[in-house]
């Protein structure tokens, strides 16, 4: 699919492995300080000791938990590019089931069939998400009803020209013209014609 702009298989692992690790320690650390400033003591100094200290901790090892499991997806998925000879979400979903229950295997079975399940879910609605965003990104910026689009404007500022260049008699007959050109009742018509021929027999 054309939405992969990601590293090559060797080099992703080690790029995502990396990448969820920060995430994991940033978005760990922010959590634990805010729970070590609510467990601690009363007093400011007691209360950023405790954060820092919960920071300190606990957020290596949650970022090492994140980094587990982007290694363990990305080395599923190269494994699966390797032998499909292609990319497409159904890489990402296996990836994400197989990671789940590889990783919860040592719950048992029934625990890592769970986790396997909810991780293919996630996975399946994150591709999914990407699919419709990528369809909606092409048909927004198709070139086709861009320059249609174009046309059209180009179109009216020439009408405007034209008729902004017309003198009032001119301006009276292009109107006139225009209400000729719509449909009328076959009364209105009879009328005028009537009178005419009348007036040329006299």
Known sequence: M????????????FDDAGGAFCMGA??????????????????????????????????????????MWGFTFSSIDCSMVAIRRK?????????????GFILAIRSGLPAALGQGVVGGIILGLIEGM??????????????????QQEEHMKKQQQQMEEFDKMNFTERLSHWWNQKDNQPVNSASVSGPINYATASTSH
């Open 130 to 147: 990407m699919v419709w965003m990528n369809k909606m990104g092409d048909a927004q910026f198709e070139p086709v009803h861009v320059l």
């Open 87 to 99: 990319e497409d979400p159904f890489n990402s979903i296996f990836s994400g089931f197989a990671t």
């Open 26 to 67: 940033i978005g760990g650390g922010l959590f634990h300080f805010v729970k070590g400033v609510r467990n601690a003591p009363k007093g400011v100094g007691n209360r950023l000791f405790e954060g820092a200290n919960y920071v300190r901790v606990r957020a290596p090892i949650t970022g090492g938990a994140f980094a």
């Open 2 to 13: 054309d939405e992969y702009t990601r590293e090559p298989c060797p080099w992703r692992i």
